[in-house]
């Protein structure tokens, strides 16, 4: 359809970029990334209401998302040359063509398009490479300034290989250590730095690139007051079990893997440095918090595996304000199978245990209205959570 819309107008359009990528590797990729040489957002403007949806547009760089009625996204772009003012800059704009828009990217292997107007519908278009490189499994950019253009691209070269199981190609990489030592990473805002970063921790197992990030010198410009060392590794290779393990159950919705790993990756330094971290990188509320109030976790770890007696309830007293991502670093924290069992007791009677009895019950029977209701329902949560009581009956009698 998108290639029938630009026949229409007379532009052409291609997909490009990471979705070919992944269609070449049989990798399932839902982000649809269009191309147009002519103008991008009349040809938006046109697939929306073809498919009867809407296009987000955005004037100033040519760009625009075309969402469908049940929300699926489309990116569209004007073909474009980008000139870099100066190293480590977001770009400057121009109109071009495919050609041009495919060569400003940062990988050979992210270079390839795909005709859609049905004339050429499906041809590979491969300019630079880019299925030699995807066969031979080598990330390799394109001209040598690329990475003083953009030090982010050391960081997606990393994430790249590591997750296709990659080589960066040598030459590469000798660009890539050379704008290391050139310190060029050091010219990024922390606000890219941190996109990076969030990026890499996402992947499916981030341990890889991490590794990859100390070896090459990058992880100083990441995060310098951090050493990862042996025991954290520890604690981070085993962070996919337990996130698959919660995802199984109960808390994966919403569950952030990035914000575990960063729990797992800041638990040994102070306080002070963690407030730097936080302050620098302005994560947003809801992050910092949880970053700042994970600092409690592995000491609630200990006191969890020291005193065995604790109930339920008591547990709900001092797990009841954490986060999943919190739940998730707890474990982790846990080396006793008992505690971790209780915890999982814990969080499973938590889904079921409703309280009965509500407000009304209680001006029925007479109580006047204020706190003291809170202290009765949170009393009889309680109850609940440590079995005393089940049924409505009981907790009437409890109350009385
Ligand atoms: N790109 C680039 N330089 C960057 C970021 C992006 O050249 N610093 C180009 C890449 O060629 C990429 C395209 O922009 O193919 C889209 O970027 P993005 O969506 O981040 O990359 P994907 O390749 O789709 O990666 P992922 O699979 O991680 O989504």
Redesign the pocket.
Known sequence: IAGVVAEDLGFMVYM????V??LLLGVP?Y?I?LVVEGEGLVFARALAQRLGGRARVHERFQTAVVVLPDGFKIDVATARTEYYEFPAALPVVHRSSIREDLY????TI??MAICLNPGRFGELIDYFGGRKDLKEGLIRILYNLSFVE?P??IL?AI?FEQRYKFQIEAETLRLARDAIDRRLLGKLSHKRILHELI?ILEEKDPLPALRRMDEIGVWEYVMPEVRLDSETWIMLRRVPRVLGWLAERWLNIGLRSWVVYLLVILQKLPDSAVEEIVHRYRFDRDVTEILLMGREVPGLAVEIEEIQSLSMSDLNKKLRKLSGEHIAFLLLCLNRPESWERVARYLELKQDVRVKVNGYDLKALGLREGPVYQKILSDLYDANLDGLVKTYDEEIELVK
């Open positions: 490009v970029g990471g979705i990528r992944d990729n982000d990334d400003r990217r940062d990988f992210n270079t953009d982010t691209r997606r994430r990026l």
